[in-house]
């Protein structure tokens, strides 16, 4: 058959029934994104005769002698990219860039009319990253890339060094490569919540053609781990297997068949003969603390993973000093990273017979060092490194296919290919911590807290992959926030048989702030003062103890304060905000809730950074950490060249890949700009001084080298407010508006870093009003797919205004703090007080979804102006 892709003429004969999306890629043409395979995401979205189309569900062969067009098509034969990548590119309308050919390519075909109409018309493309502000400001041609000379190399709009490699689709992905003689790996999944295989018989499988290896838990290590990746391997328990003949989550691995082709090994997994014994499951955390509940992992004596008790002061004293109350439980949903390029993993061995992994991972060292662990093998037998990541949000904090590609590649000797689909990302990777937080709060009529109570239950699912950091980090910053001389935290994280939790944005925190900032909006009221100027009364100054459960805090200090800024800047905002008419029907209120987080995890977190001088006054930089939309590779640059005294373009940045410098312990917990940033600050420091020490130029190259080990870490503070109306008969929600304050010490790149905070307030508005990953009576997840998971789309976003607080912390790199993970934190419990304000009733689960609104809005009587 013939096929005219991008003018390029060309015989191809596609599979039966194949899709133009795998079609495209199979031709080489990888800027074709797979996002979800069913017409929901438009990363796929290509031209066809000039009109967009999702290429997931247009047959390939309907294709033929069309004129097909792709992202690479869509620049000039001369090179001048169309104006729509230019536009992208002038505003970085991306983060990840992963949903940027799609973006680009509907984007590019809209008219006028329909450009003032973007919701409506960009609803068919799902970003997961910029909460789709940046996305309106590129297609509007609103671009802000004025760079002044004055400043020095931070604190300026430098464009992302991708950015025309994303624009024009010539970003390399995990899966954008091409690897002669790969295979393909399957997953069969289990259909039980609870089961023991009793017999697994492959015969029929390993005879289907095609098939080169049948992978069972026999043929896997019988060593134990955690999926979790973290600094230090023993703040996880170690509960997982590779293949586990023992079943307890529905859609956990069962069995694993490599083939020559996806077909073939998708086939021969239906042939994989099961039998199993089923259990009664757990699915209930409450159910789990039982006594007589069933064990999710029997050898343990209780469900219990990890739990934490401590405090300060006499609670019981607390709360008789007081003169208000407020005893609430607030839970939080399951919800889901949502990354739009899933897991996956391509392994091979190396002309010298290395291990070596090409992963969609936040942290490859990490990775690196629990393989080599796993298959006993040295680490310098292992190489693990990431082409650009297309989003994590901490769900790739975890080894989800490393440990069975690498299983694969070390049984046949043959290149693998492991990349999950949609559904599977929903139902057999990770999600949010589910949290019941029950918070009692009390305060004396003066207005000051005398009591803090916080007694949190999360459910960890099946394994127990960051159960334990999660639960520390939740009831660590959400409740030191506030001064209050009688503190006390019960903490615990429990196993289900439901999907596992993870890492997830915010780290626990946003559970925990939903319930400690809806609970001192209440308490204010109950003593009918206003909630602004309650929390200001008691909100933590400079000087002030951080006091929460632990009372080793690791180095944690008060290093710079914009907390008081952030509040001021928000309130202004949202006391200014001009409402429109909307008519008696709607009730209009206003909420604000503050957050706080720590810059850095605790107990070490390390990074290497080499800065190397080349010919022509060009600089190569090496660094461990990982580009996953998070901005860091600009910021890194930028780092380098103020130190340097140079531009970033000089500055070229490798990244990602053990084998390019030392240890880096991961792009987790926003450290990407506080400690690989400082370690990069330290290696072009060093450089420079060798620099200036060397008398004209040497024939040898000279390198910088730096370190950092996060042994000291500082507060980065949020604020977000909202302006909402409800509709008092339907429940209908209106964001009027959204504004968020950030203390992020010296902002390097203002343009990204309003990036990161716009996404971060639009992920969480999601997780606060949208997205539900339930699970069914079987305890399957029964939401695996965006369509009915419920991702936001265009429409579905509020634009949001932010503000930075001119702060500079002594501890971070050029004076910056983290800001990736906890702009999200504060925006659950901004949008309940909004609410409340509004309607006068108080949510206490989230999402705040249509239906829910309805119900409990539903006896209108109950309404009452706040
Ligand atoms: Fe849109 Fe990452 S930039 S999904």
């Known amino acids: 058959?013939?096929?005219?892709?991008?003018?390029?003429?060309?015989?191809?004969?596609?599979?039966?029934?194949?899709?133009?999306?795998?079609?495209?890629r199979e031709q080489g043409w990888f800027g074709v994104k797979k996002g979800c395979d069913a017409g929901d995401c438009g990363a796929c979205t290509v031209h066809i005769n000039g009109e967009p189309v999702h290429s997931c569900l247009f047959p390939a062969q309907m294709?033929?002698?069309?004129?097909?067009?792709?992202?690479?098509?869509?620049?000039?034969?001369?090179?001048?990219?169309?104006?729509?990548?230019?536009?992208?590119?002038?505003?970085?309308?991306?983060?990840?860039?992963?949903?940027?050919?799609?973006?680009?390519?509907?984007?590019?075909?809209?008219?006028?009319?329909?450009?003032?109409?973007?919701?409506?018309?960009?609803?068919?493309?799902?970003?997961?990253?910029?909460?789709?502000?940046?996305?309106?400001?590129?297609?509007?041609?609103?671009?802000?890339?004025?760079?002044?000379?004055?400043?020095?190399a931070c604190g300026r709009n430098v464009p992302a060094p991708a950015g025309q490699d994303v624009v024009t689709g010539r970003a390399q992905y995990t899966m954008d490569t091409e690897i002669?003689?790969?295979?393909?790996?399957?997953?069969?999944?289990?259909?039980?919540?609870?089961?023991?295989?009793?017999?697994?018989?492959?015969?029929?499988?390993?005879?289907?053609?095609?098939?080169?290896?049948?992978?069972?838990?026999?043929?896997?290590?019988?060593?134990?781990?955690?999926?979790?990746?973290?600094?230090?391997?023993?703040?996880?328990?170690?509960?997982?297997?590779?293949?586990?003949?023992?079943?307890?989550?529905?859609?956990?691995?069962?069995?694993?068949?490599?083939?020559?082709?996806?077909a073939a090994a998708e086939a021969a997994c239906a042939l994989i003969d099961v039998t199993y014994q089923r259990f009664t499951p757990v699915l209930d955390p409450r159910a789990a603390l039982a006594s007589d509940s069933p064990r999710v992992h029997e050898a343990n004596n209780s469900n219990i993973v990890a739990e934490v008790h401590g405090g300060v002061g006499d609670i019981a004293a607390g709360l008789t000093a007081a003169d208000v109350v407020h005893e609430a439980t607030y839970t939080s949903q399951r919800v889901q990273h949502a990354h739009l390029e899933t897991h996956g993993c391509i392994g091979y061995q190396d002309p010298e017979g290395r291990l070596t992994?090409?992963?969609?991972?936040?942290?490859?060292?990490?990775?690196?060092?629990?393989?080599?662990?796993?298959?006993?093998?040295?680490?310098?037998?292992?190489?693990?490194?990431?082409?650009?990541?297309?989003?994590?949000?901490?769900?790739?904090?975890?080894?989800?296919?490393?440990?069975?590609?690498?299983?694969?590649?070390?049984?046949?000797?043959?290149?693998?290919?492991?990349?999950?689909?949609?559904?599977?990302?929903?139902?057999?990777?990770t999600s949010r911590h589910p949290m019941r937080v029950k918070v009692r709060l009390a305060a004396s009529r003066d207005g000051l807290l005398t009591a803090m109570e916080m007694e949190v239950l999360s459910d960890t699912?099946?394994?127990?992959?960051?159960?334990?950091?999660?639960?520390?980090?939740?009831?660590?910053?959400?409740?030191?926030?506030?001064?209050?001389?009688?503190?006390?935290?019960?903490?615990?994280?429990?196993?289900?048989?439901?999907?596992?939790?993870?890492?997830?944005?915010?780290?626990?925190?946003?559970?925990?702030?939903?319930?400690v900032e809806s609970g001192i909006d209440e308490l204010a009221r109950k003593l009918k003062m206003d909630p602004v100027a309650f929390r200001r009364l008691n909100m933590v100054r400079p000087g002030d103890p951080l006091v929460s459960a632990e009372t080793e805090h690791y180095g944690l200090e008060m290093a710079s304060y914009g907390l008081d800024q952030c509040v001021d800047l928000v309130e202004q905002d949202v006391n200014a905000a001009l409402l429109p008419d909307l008519g008696p029907d709607w009730q209009v209120g206003r909420g604000i809730a503050l957050g706080m987080i720590a810059t850095a995890p605790p107990?070490?977190?390390?990074?290497?950074?080499q800065i190397t001088a080349l010919s022509g006054n060009q600089f190569e930089l090496r660094v461990g950490t990982c580009e996953f939309g998070n901005g860091t590779t600009t910021v890194h640059a930028q780092i380098a060249a103020q130190v340097l005294g140079v531009d970033p373009t000089q500055i070229r940045v490798l990244q990602s890949d053990t084998d390019l410098t030392g240890h880096d312990s991961g792009a987790y917990g926003s450290t990407g700009t506080v400690i690989a940033g400082s370690a990069t600050k330290a290696a072009a420091e060093e450089l420079l001084a060798r620099l200036q020490s060397t008398e004209n130029a040497t024939?040898?190259?000279?390198?910088?080298?730096?370190?950092?080990?996060?042994?000291?870490?500082?507060?980065?503070?949020?604020?977000?407010?909202?302006?909402?109306?409800?509709?008092?008969?339907?429940?209908?929600?209106?964001?009027?508006?959204?504004?968020?304050?950030?203390?992020?010490?010296?902002?390097?790149?203002?343009?990204q870093c309003m990036g990161q905070i716009e996404g971060g307030v639009a992920q969480a508005v999601g997780a606060a009003l949208y997205e539900r990953l339930e699970i069914d009576a079987e305890g399957a997840v029964s939401t695996a797919s965006f369509r009915n998971y419920h991702l936001p789309a265009f429409p579905d976003l509020p634009e949001t205004v932010v503000h930075f607080a001119d702060t500079h912390d002594p501890l971070g790199p050029m004076g910056a703090k983290s800001m990736s993970e906890s702009p999200y934190n504060p925006v659950a419990a901004a949008l309940g007080n909004a609410i409340r304000d509004a309607t006068g009733l108080r949510f206490t689960a989230t999402p705040f979804a249509p239906d829910t609104l309805y119900r409990d809005l539903g006896a209108r009587t109950q309404i009452t102006q706040p």
């Open 461 to 515: 699912g099946a394994y127990g992959n960051h159960a334990g950091g999660v639960l520390f980090h939740a009831v660590g910053e959400s409740i030191a926030l506030y001064k209050c001389p009688n503190k006390r935290i019960d903490g615990k994280a429990v196993y289900t048989n439901t999907l596992p939790a993870g890492a997830f944005r915010g780290y626990g925190l946003s559970q925990t702030n939903f319930a």
């Open 63 to 152: 294709a033929e002698d069309k004129e097909i067009t792709t992202i690479e098509g869509m620049a000039d034969p001369d090179g001048a990219l169309h104006p729509m990548q230019q536009q992208f590119l002038d505003a970085q309308g991306f983060q990840c860039g992963f949903c940027t050919a799609g973006m680009v390519m509907t984007a590019a075909k809209l008219d006028q009319a329909q450009r003032t109409k973007l919701p409506q018309h960009m609803k068919g493309n799902l970003c997961r990253c910029t909460g789709y502000g940046a996305i309106r400001r590129a297609i509007e041609g609103d671009s802000d890339t004025e760079i002044s000379a004055t400043k020095g």
């Open 699 to 751: 024939d040898v190259a000279l390198t910088g080298i730096g370190h950092a080990d996060g042994a000291r870490r500082s507060i980065a503070f949020n604020v977000q407010g909202f302006v909402v109306a409800v509709h008092r008969r339907y429940g209908t929600l209106q964001i009027l508006q959204s504004v968020h304050a950030a203390d992020a010490g010296t902002v390097i790149n203002p343009q």
């Open 180 to 262: 002669a003689a790969l295979t393909h790996l399957k997953i069969l999944r289990a259909p039980h919540a609870s089961a023991r295989i009793t017999s697994i018989n492959t015969t029929a499988a390993l005879a289907s053609p095609g098939v080169i290896a049948v992978l069972t838990h026999k043929d896997a290590p019988t060593r134990k781990f955690s999926t979790a990746r973290h600094q230090n391997v023993d703040e996880d328990v170690a509960d997982t297997l590779v293949l586990d003949p023992v079943i307890r989550f529905v859609g956990q691995r069962v069995a694993a068949v490599v083939a020559e082709t996806e």
């Open 603 to 609: 107990r070490g977190h390390f990074a290497e950074s």
């Open 1 to 24: 058959m013939s096929y005219n892709i991008n003018n390029q003429i060309s015989q191809a004969e596609p599979r039966s029934g194949q899709c133009l999306r795998t079609f495209l």
């Open 357 to 429: 992994l090409r992963t969609s991972s936040q942290t490859p060292f990490l990775t690196r060092d629990a393989l080599a662990t796993l298959f006993d093998l040295a680490q310098a037998k292992v190489r693990v490194f990431c082409a650009r990541v297309g989003g994590g949000f901490g769900g790739k904090q975890e080894m989800l296919t490393e440990d069975l590609v690498a299983l694969a590649v070390l049984k046949t000797g043959r290149p693998v290919k492991l990349e999950l689909t949609r559904p599977e990302q929903f139902t057999g990777t």
